[in-house]
């Protein structure tokens, strides 16, 4: 396992080491626990009742291909085969509906791949049969992830007519250089364009920055952030850019172009930094990725972030034992409260196991008992509600570490819940990791070190440079070398 210790010694410096990922799913499974009739998971479901329910559809199409990206996707061309996915799509959503019923969700996300590439008619398809099989009376948050590039208004108007209200798209970053390297070719114009029509169109719109890149400097990451926030979206969300999980293209592109890696370090750094640019622009953080334009409502001072607005799937997916998030489309993930399922990757034997077949299209794993999974994802909410965790069955290496996160001020209890602190938010994903059994510890270490082995470099994750030290030197326009010294929790908001 991983030799990941707390110290309490630092303000906000809290670990030896940064995990070079940023999130999983959890709970785990084991290949021991597959099942082999595909159909105990709903047939269980009786058993255990879900509190809250999300619906993930996956699109795998793409115009172009990000280099940097590790999900299931298919190059887009003529022919390619959307229409035949899409009629094996809505077949799963009338097969489950056999074993699930017309049950209630509270969040759908249509994510990809690039979901935009539907037609106005495609997507209406989609709606109908949403609408048809599920219970949305209650629906709070729908969300379609579009490209800017396949953004248009008639697309975007069958997505407002089926009911989403909440739209992202992923502007990466505005660096002509990095967008060359990872294959980003969404002129600045389309970019700033789409989000104007999103935003006319849209209640709540949002846009993915990347960071952390190889060779990156802080000039160039404050660069983008004034450029993301000009955009004017709802939220921006911001996550570090995963080398263990992006293809081997990446890591080659990288190398050619003569980028070297980023220590952890200084990615920790510019975590650090981001919070100072975004306030200095009027921005709150809302989680421990997203930034939003500060409420003009007082924040309770005890919370390092402000609570709305919300983005709930996410919520959900790194939620509790009795959330559910039931996927459809090759490769998507659904669990339901004891079991893991996974559909096909490959979108041919995806669609022959649905129309030839009849049969649901995953792998079964279960049942997986974890009580724990609440807190274990903690970091990635920020808030822990006590009464949603079945306290007298959580492991005690579970127990202990969240003790150990309160005396070195990573979290703070508020009675009815725990809330992150500045440094919490800081090592969330570190913290996830610490509050696993040594069980899930051995499955994070052994995924890394598979990773590090098929060639992709991290750069060193030590932290212990800084221990009982400031942190170090950043360069910034008009502040060289300024001091990103830890002054107060007014100072460092995220």
């Not at 105990?40 to 329910?53: E, G, H, L, N, V």
């Not at 009338?94 to 074993?99: I, P, Q, S, W, Y």
């Not at 729908?142 to 992202?168: C, H, P, W, Y």
Request: net charge neutral; glycine share 8%; with cysteine.
């Amino acid at each position: 396992m991983l030799d990941l210790q707390i110290s309490a010694d630092h303000p906000l410096i809290k670990f030896n080491r940064q995990l070079p990922v940023f999130n999983w799913h959890y709970p785990f499974d084991r290949e021991e626990d597959l099942i082999e009739d595909r159909l105990t998971p709903y047939r269980a479901q009786s058993k255990t009742k879900a509190r809250r329910r999300s619906i993930y559809i996956h699109i795998p199409f793409c115009e172009t291909i990000c280099n940097f990206c590790p999900f299931s996707h298919d190059i887009h061309t003529p022919g390619s085969g959307v229409a035949e996915y899409l009629r094996a799509l809505l077949t799963e959503i009338d097969l489950k509906r056999e074993f699930i019923g017309r049950c209630k969700v509270d969040a759908i996300f249509v994510g990809g791949g690039t979901p935009s590439l539907l037609s106005p008619r495609e997507i209406e398809l989609l709606g109908e049969a949403l609408h048809g099989n599920f219970d949305l009376r209650g629906l709070r948050e729908f969300t379609f992830e579009v490209e800017v590039k396949s953004a248009s208004k008639d697309k975007l108007q069958a997505m407002r007519g089926i009911g989403v209200n909440r739209v992202s798209f992923g502007a990466q970053t505005f660096s002509q250089k990095y967008r060359r390297l990872f294959h980003l070719d969404a002129r600045q114009e389309q970019i700033t364009d789409a989000a104007a029509l999103l935003n006319s169109l849209f209640p709540y719109t949002n846009v993915d920055l990347l960071y952390g890149m190889a060779g990156q400097s802080a000039e160039e990451l404050r660069d983008d952030v004034g450029a993301a926030v000009k955009l004017q979206t709802t939220t921006i969300d911001v996550y570090p850019i995963n080398n263990l999980t992006a293809p081997r293209g990446m890591h080659l592109a990288t190398a050619r172009a003569g980028l070297d890696v980023l220590p952890e370090s200084t990615r920790v750094q510019f975590r650090i930094l981001l919070g100072r640019l975004f306030q200095d622009l009027g921005y709150r953080p809302i989680s421990g990725y997203g930034f939003a334009a500060a409420s003009k409502e007082r924040a309770d001072s005890s919370d390092p972030v402000q609570r709305q607005p919300n983005f709930l799937y996410h919520d959900m997916v790194y939620g509790y034992q009795d959330d559910e998030i039931i996927g459809y489309g090759s490769s998507a993930i659904s669990q339901t409260p004891g079991f893991n399922m996974y559909n096909f990757v490959r979108r041919k034997a995806y669609i022959s196991e649905i129309m030839n077949n009849r049969a649901l299209p995953h792998l079964a794993f279960g049942p997986i008992f974890a009580p724990e999974r609440g807190i274990v994802s903690f970091p990635y909410r920020g808030v822990l509600e006590k009464a949603r965790v079945a306290w007298e069955n959580v492991p005690d290496e579970t127990l202990q570490a969240l003790q150990e996160a309160l005396a070195a001020d990573l979290i703070v209890d508020q009675g009815d819940r725990c809330v992150l602190t500045q440094a919490g938010w800081l090592f969330y994903v570190n913290l996830m990791y610490y509050f696993m059994p040594s069980s899930g510890k051995r499955n994070v270490s052994e995924r890394i070190e598979q990773q590090k082995r098929s060639g992709r470099s991290t750069g060193s994750t030590d932290l212990t440079v800084w221990a009982g030290a400031a942190l170090p030197l950043v360069a910034i326009s008009g502040t060289p070398g300024a001091q990103l010294r830890p002054t107060g929790r007014s100072a460092l908001v995220d």
